[in-house]
């Protein structure tokens, strides 16, 4: 489906959209109009051109809000799903933390959203608790309850795993923290592009996504807060475009969300990211889950029957990627061999050690999917393998 | 070179056969090494008497690249002296980062090592091929901090 919309996806097999997706040409020639026809500095200048820049990065704010259930002030542009974690972490949460206070992580998250709390534990004082997985790879659910106590200050909960693929029930779990008035933090880096997401339905305190991951541009990302929760938070970088006024005694703050954008922000990306958020709108958000389900239920199959070749985790719900070992073969290995017949796979941690760990493997495959991908991608990977698995043969 | 060389058959016999491919009792030197890239983790040890290295071995997880090329470097080293084996490590690092049979000269001979040449091409690659070595150097050096490839 749509495939033709993406010129990068030559005769290859991309299976690396958990890293970062391809852009449809959408998307690519939206910035290049923005560039060649529209470029001007935002919220500064009284020229058309700027009052016309200002205008798009907006409306682009407006309809990133609208796409995911919010509404406009309280989406954030950062630089991608990181620094929005990280700006949760420095604004949020640290003037909150006292020593002895928890920070509540998941083991199958990324390293994105382990380290900014490792991190801010060092600076406070505060203890990083971590929810534990079964074999499968879904949550320790009782686990979870247990650690969701009065010390927790924030939970901060993978949407979808980027590794095992499992999709965590976050409405039901954010549910249950704020009963425990717990704000939660949902990592929704591997969720947006491949499942509709909304973050009123969700009730979500914050949510963290990248443009690059949903056929947007990179170096543009959203924090989503709530706006009683922004309106508090100090800002996380100073200077311009962030500030009402500035003497050389007091500097007062501009409203929500300009408090969080300090400086020239990314307008061509979030421009560009707009173009994709209308993308996946013309498909719509249900075909293009639909679509992506059925080329992972045949691609779960297919895979399954090869011999040697283990599936990391079977999770209740599986979304966006399958991640394997395939006998003695290193996954470094399998990759370049892959590479050599134009099929582009994720080979080593994923950002994800503690994961690994768990699962007693120093690095695995993985093949992840986009909207273009069909079975016919699957049936050259799955040709591929076994080939691959006589050659390291131990 | 082509792609297909890579893995010759060198490089495979010693992936699927490793040399000197244990740990050691009392090394007089001895290293561990990560690629954060990937998860490869490494340790070698050598017992070096006298200024000759008596034994070298490794043992650790990683590709086909990475245990290859340590297991050619334990049979590489054993029994010369420490400069040599630096004076080595010095020319497989130009190997790998760029060097080209064309340009072979008597200095820079590597024998069997050259096996290990077809990885210059595969930039995303290098760093397996280079674990090894950068953490034989590390314990020649007896550095504290283990050895990594980034």
């Known amino acids: 489906m749509n495939r033709e919309d993406f010129p990068l996806l030559w005769e290859g097999v991309y299976l690396d959209s958990g890293a970062t997706s391809q852009k449809p040409l959408q998307v690519i020639e939206r910035i290049d109009r923005y560039y060649r026809n529209e470029n001007a500095n935002v919220h500064r200048g009284v020229y058309e051109l700027s009052a016309k820049a200002t205008v798009l990065y907006e409306e682009a704010r407006e309809r990133v809000a609208r796409f995911i259930g919010a509404v406009r002030d309280e989406i954030i542009f950062t630089r991608g799903t990181t620094e929005s974690i990280n700006m949760t972490a420095f604004s949020f949460a640290e003037p909150l933390m006292q020593p002895g206070d928890e920070i509540l992580i998941s083991h199958m998250e990324h390293h994105a959203n382990i380290v900014p709390w490792q991190l801010l534990c060092e600076r406070t004082g505060a203890v990083l608790k971590v929810i534990p997985i079964d074999r499968n790879g879904n949550l320790d659910r009782p686990a979870l309850s247990a650690l969701l106590t009065g010390r927790t200050r924030l939970l901060a909960l993978t949407h979808i795993s980027n590794v095992l693929g499992t999709v965590n029930p976050v409405k039901e779990i954010i549910a249950e923290a704020h009963e425990k008035g717990i704000p939660v933090l949902i990592d929704g880096a591997q969720a947006v592009g491949r499942t509709k997401v909304d973050v009123n339905d969700l009730d979500a305190d914050f949510y963290a996504f990248s443009g690059h991951k949903m056929y947007g541009p990179t170096g543009i990302g959203i924090l989503y807060g709530k706006k009683k929760h922004l309106e508090k938070m100090r800002p996380y970088q100073s200077g311009g475009d962030m500030i009402l006024r500035v003497t050389f005694e007091k500097t007062t703050w501009n409203e929500i969300p300009h408090k969080f954008e300090a400086g020239t922000p990314n307008i061509a990306g979030t421009i560009g990211l707009a173009e994709a958020v209308r993308y996946l709108e013309r498909i719509g958000m249900d075909e293009v889950e639909a679509a992506e389900d059925e080329v992972m239920s045949y691609a779960l199959e297919k895979l399954g029957r090869i011999e040697g070749l283990e599936i990391i985790g079977s999770p209740d719900r599986r979304s966006g990627a399958i991640t394997f070992t395939l006998g003695d073969a290193h996954p470094h290995d399998i990759a370049h061999e892959l590479a050599r017949k134009n099929i582009a796979v994720r080979a080593g941690h994923h950002c994800a050690q503690p994961l690994m760990n768990f699962y007693k493997v120093p690095a695995a495959t993985r093949m992840s999917l986009g909207l273009y991908n069909g079975k016919e991608d699957i049936d050259k990977l799955a040709d591929a393998l076994p080939e691959i698995r006589e050659k390291f043969k131990l | 070179?082509?792609?297909?060389?890579?893995?010759?058959?060198?490089?495979?016999?010693?992936?699927?056969?490793?040399?000197?491919?244990?740990?050691?009792?009392?090394?007089?030197?001895?290293?561990?090494?990560?690629?954060?890239?990937?998860?490869?983790?490494?340790?070698?040890?050598?017992?070096?008497?006298?200024?000759?290295?008596?034994?070298?071995?490794?043992?650790?997880?990683?590709?086909?690249?990475?245990?290859?090329?340590?297991?050619?470097?334990?049979e590489n080293l054993k029994g010369k002296t420490i400069e040599e084996a630096l004076k080595v490590f010095d020319k497989v690092h130009v190997m790998l980062t760029g060097y080209h049979p064309d340009e072979e000269s008597e200095d820079k001979a590597l024998g069997k090592l050259e096996a290990l040449s077809g990885v210059a091409q595969f930039p995303m690659r290098i760093k397996c091929a280079s674990l090894a070595w950068h953490t034989l150097k590390s314990a020649l050096k007896e550095e504290e901090e283990p050895a990594t490839t980034e």
Do not use: W
């Not at chain 2, 340790?43 to 050619?72: H, L, P, R, W, Y």
């Open chain 2, 1 to 74: 070179m082509k792609d297909q060389e890579l893995y010759q058959e060198m490089i495979l016999d010693h992936y699927r056969n490793p040399r000197n491919c244990c740990s050691m009792e009392n090394p007089t030197h001895c290293a561990e090494g990560d690629n954060p890239l990937c998860g490869d983790h490494l340790e070698v040890f050598v017992k070096v008497d006298g200024k000759i290295i008596q034994e070298i071995n490794f043992q650790g997880s990683g590709c086909a690249v990475s245990q290859a090329s340590a297991s050619m470097m334990t």
